[in-house]
Each structure stands twice: as structure tokens, then as C-alpha cells.
């Protein structure tokens, strides 16, 4: 039997496995919450989803690897030649500097995230 002076009239049924029971009960207990109603309520209207496009990193991280293997090369060589070449120096400058870019761009991106 409905109460006719109720609040809340429309009903959000959801079922769960055993694990998101329990991971939504732990997070009600670190957030100190009794009420799962409430909590549930509370997220479903204020909860924040964060979806990151991770390009940027994924790219930083190819740069990286690249970079990385630049400098393997050349100490290689400087090893076994006593030399190192102005040429194998500027092209780790330019991956250097591509790398740092990318890096500012990915820092910028998370700087205009708002929460």
C-alpha cells in the first residue's frame, strides 16, 4: 500500500553480485553512511564518472620508449667508437623536445579537468 503524502513515488530497482554488494557497502563505511538508500541516491545524483582519454600518455610512453632506445645506442656506440656523433645528438634533442611537449599537453588537459 502506497502512502499518498510520500516524497519520493518512483521506484529504481537494481540487482548486484555478491562483489558490488560488498564493494558498496565498504564504500558506505568509508564515507560513513547507514543508509544505503541514501547512499545510492547520493551517488546516483551526485556521483562523478571520470572517463580519461589516455592517447596522450600512450604516446608519451611510445616517445619514451623510443627516446630511451636512442640513448641505449648512442652510449653503445660512444663505448665501442670513443665517439658520438652531432647528428645522433640532435635527433635525441628533437625526441627530447617531443616528448616534453607531449608532456605539457597531457598536463595541460588534466589542468582544465573540473571536478
Request: charged share 30%; net charge positive.
Amino acid at each position: 500500500m502506497k502512502a499518498p503524502n510520500r516524497k519520493r513515488k518512483h521506484g529504481i530497482y537494481l540487482m548486484v553480485t555478491e562483489h558490488e554488494y560488498d564493494l558498496i557497502v565498504e564504500k558506505m563505511e568509508q564515507a560513513n553512511v547507514r543508509n544505503m538508500g541514501a547512499y545510492i541516491r547520493k551517488m546516483a545524483i551526485d556521483g562523478l564518472v571520470i572517463r580519461l582519454d589516455l592517447a596522450g600518455v600512450r604516446e608519451m610512453v611510445r616517445l619514451l620508449r623510443i627516446t630511451s632506445n636512442n640513448v641505449n645506442q648512442i652510449a653503445k656506440r660512444a663505448n665501442e667508437t670513443r665517439n658520438i656523433y652531432e647528428a645522433d645528438i640532435a635527433d635525441l634533442r628533437n625526441r627530447y623536445d617531443g616528448l616534453w611537449n607531449k608532456a605539457e599537453d597531457i598536463l595541460r588537459a588534466l589542468a582544465e579537468l573540473k571536478v
